[in-house]
């Protein structure tokens, strides 16, 4: 068994991981670059392998860094089978047809042929096949079943049977307890583990308290009359934050005031959580049949077209602004920062990983002034980061979910996280669980005896 990692080495974003055994190749993720001019370039090299002699493609969830060169795979080749949970399924065709929307765009300001095109797109989810949890299929000579890994809806924990030998992918691991995900399901055996590092050197605040966090936040923007700017990933992030606005507006902790959800995207997503309600932890569930919509309530006022988007210059504060992209990185929240970035009354609160390069990582980091669209706009509000609201589990979490295995495990490949948050990780395990880790190189190739 050899395994390859094409994406994801000491790195955030990118997740694509090549398994092979005798001869047959599948994949588990085939994310997009992102977060830095340098990454988004690396979206249009040639893929390291030959996209033809892929069987089949395994995806643990539907973020554009786990799915979003699917469609460049199949330009360039593939014609096989794509593997997931029926939600993920149903996420992934919205966010790619998005994703192709703002890639197009880009492509057209820097002079370059697109990545992929709709009819890629389309023809990618033709290919595509639903498989609930704990069912496992049988691929050749790979037996691959899905576990809840607790991060956003639909999203799974890929365990591989091959050879005799057990590996598991972690995907993306939620922080649990979350609001409305189940929590992330055990593996207690394996041989092999390549698992994410997001926040591998990080210790987040209790989740306990994210609310109550929030709370404190909006207390502040309504003293100060400001406007509450928040960067949002429109897959789960979205949903989180609205369904404890509906319950700090709804017991009466905070005073009501307008809220827009400005993103077509995260719209469309949360649209499709309400055909998944039997995915939803037993708490949300049961408020789900016994009380009025958790993803909507009096004051929520949802923005689909660009004249709706520009009437909320017109709403006075205080008020909130959830619009996409989460870093920053493009969609309406730009248009928002551009306005209202230079005003101390406001406050653009962070509930997401800002990587390194993009515009939500600098003003994060300080910045004195940012460019945005071309102008250069002072950052004078306040800026707030709660940790808590992260759909990824922190170290002491993810030691958490690797300890079961301990007893097993021959290695340990840590990925999906900036060097330094990859190293540390991969020192802790080392230390606390006696187990080997390791830190894999871009484009290393490892035999698993």
Not at 192 to 220: F, I, K, N, P, W
Request: charged fraction near 25%; hydrophobic fraction near 40%.
């Amino acid at each position: 068994m050899k395994l390859s990692f094409f994406g994801g080495a000491k790195s955030v974003t990118g997740a694509n991981y090549l398994l092979e055994v005798q001869g047959e190749k599948i994949l588990v993720d085939c994310g997009l670059h992102q977060g830095s001019y340098y990454a988004e370039r690396e979206n249009y090299e040639p893929f390291p392998y030959v996209p033809k002699d892929v069987t089949a493609v395994f995806v643990t969830h539907a973020h554009v860094d786990h799915i979003g060169r699917l469609p460049k795979l199949f330009r360039e080749g593939f014609r096989g089978f794509i593997y997931s949970t029926p939600a993920t399924k149903d996420f992934a065709e919205i966010l790619l047809l998005d994703s192709h929307h703002i890639l197009s765009e880009e492509a057209e300001r820097e002079k370059r042929s697109e990545l992929y095109s709709v009819g890629d797109v389309r023809e990618v989810m033709k290919m595509w096949r639903e498989v609930e949890y704990h069912k496992p299929i049988q691929y050749g000579n790979f037996r691959v079943e899905f576990l809840d890994a607790g991060h956003v809806l639909g999203s799974s924990i890929v365990k591989i049977y091959a050879e005799g030998k057990v590996i598991v992918f972690s995907g993306d691991l939620g922080n649990y307890p979350a609001p409305i995900v189940q929590r992330t399901e055990v593996v207690d055996a394996a041989d092999y583990c390549v698992v994410e590092s997001t926040y591998g050197d990080r210790v987040h605040e209790a989740t306990g308290e994210r609310q109550e966090m929030l709370e404190d936040a909006l207390e502040d923007i309504v003293l100060a009359g400001g406007v509450m700017l928040i960067p949002i990933f429109a897959l789960e992030r979205t949903q989180e934050i609205l369904f404890h606005l509906h319950e700090l507006f709804e017991e009466g902790r905070v005073p009501k005031i307008p809220v827009f959800v400005d993103s077509p995207l995260a719209i469309k997503i949360t649209a499709v959580y309400k055909k998944y309600e039997d995915y939803f932890n037993k708490d949300t569930y049961h408020m789900v049949r016994h009380a009025d919509d958790i993803l909507n309530f009096p004051g929520l006022r949802v923005t689909l077209t660009t004249e709706e988007s520009k009437e909320i210059n017109a709403v006075p504060a205080p008020k909130v602004i959830l619009a996409g992209s989460g870093m920053s990185q493009g969609g309406r929240i730009l248009h928002h920062e551009r306005r209202y970035l230079s005003d101390p009354k406001n406050m653009i609160l962070f509930v997401g990983h800002q990587a390194k390069g993009s515009l939500g990582r600098r003003i994060l980091d300080g910045a004195i002034t940012v460019k945005i669209f071309g102008e250069t706009v002072p950052v004078r509000c306040k800026k707030r980061v709660l940790g808590a609201y992260s759909a990824h589990a922190d170290q002491p979490r993810l030691l958490e979910w690797l300890k079961p295995m301990r007893m097993r495990l021959k290695k340990v490949f840590v990925v999906q996280g900036e060097e330094e948050a990859s190293s540390a990780l991969a020192q802790k395990i080392r230390d606390e669980l006696a187990v080997t880790a390791v830190v894999p190189e871009s484009g290393e190739t490892v035999t698993l005896d």
